[in-house]
T-cell receptor, first 113, second 113 residues
Framework: DAGVIQSPRHEVTEMGQEVTLRCKPISGHDYLFWYRQTMMRGLELLIYFNNNVPIDDSGMPEDRFSAKMPNASFSTLKIQPSEPRDSAVYFC???????????FGSGTRLTVV | AQTVTQSQPEMSVQEAETVTLSCTYD???????LFWYKQPPSRQMILVIRQEAYKQQNATENRFSVNFQKAAKSFSLKISDSQLGDTAMYFCASLLNDYKLSFGAGTTVTVRA
């Protein structure tokens, strides 16, 4: 298995632009998570899905953030419009549920200038 | 809300020596899971070790072992025979019944040659 695949690995964009981050979870994993990592706030859970359905989006910071999971093998996290304070590393992770822990992708480093 | 506390921001250890990282957590649940993740400079999040709360036996994975003290809500990680490749940030995390993994702030470990 190729693991959790995220793209792009790096993204630099100008303030006000739309940014879309992509994730392909491990096949057979029913849960998908989006995390944001910053120096100030550490690792924060933004949203998670179970069987493609959003279960908890309480960590999504603002309406500028949205996430979708149209099928079991693909999810997106969109920021529109982007702001400099959105600069962070965004991780996608997937899990079988239970106590198996998560498998993380390699993350997308987003820089908004 | 889950709270995971790592009180050591940084640790330094000589190659081949042993280092212990501390972690405490807060929960009223009886069944949960605890994890240690490693994040090297490549930023990939790697699962190091996993502990089920209902198991009294401490988990071990090669040179990595934990000291799980359920009553004290303590979950420390011991790295034996430290290697240069162990240099990374280490995160303690808890997983409760809501499937959300909560992370501590992390401990940066530097292994000196």
């Amino acid at each position: 298995d190729a693991g959790v695949i995220q793209s792009p690995r790096h993204e630099v964009t100008e303030m006000g632009q739309e940014v879309t981050l992509r994730c392909k979870p491990i096949s057979g994993h029913d849960y998908l998570f989006w995390y944001r990592q910053t120096m100030m706030r550490g690792l924060e859970l933004l949203i998670y899905f179970n069987n493609n359905v959003p279960i908890d989006d309480s960590g999504m910071p603002e309406d500028r953030f949205s996430a979708k999971m149209p099928n079991a093998s693909f999810s997106t996290l969109k920021i529109q419009p982007s702001e400099p304070r959105d600069s962070a590393v965004y991780f996608c992770a997937s899990s079988m549920g239970g106590g198996h822990g998560y498998t993380f992708g390699s993350g997308t480093r987003l820089t908004v200038v | 809300a889950q709270t995971v506390t790592q009180s050591q921001p940084e640790m330094s250890v000589q190659e081949a020596e042993t280092v212990t990282l501390s972690c405490t957590y807060d929960t009223s649940e009886n069944n949960y899971y605890l994890f240690w993740y490693k994040q090297p400079p490549s930023r990939q999040m790697i699962l190091v070790i996993r502990q089920e709360a209902y198991k009294q036996q401490n988990a071990t994975e090669n040179r990595f072992s934990v000291n799980f003290q359920k009553a004290a809500k303590s979950f420390s990680l011991k790295i034996s025979d430290s290697q240069l490749g162990d240099t990374a940030m280490y995160f303690c995390a808890s997983l409760l019944n809501d499937y959300k993994l909560s992370f501590g702030a992390g401990t940066t470990v530097t292994v000196r040659a």
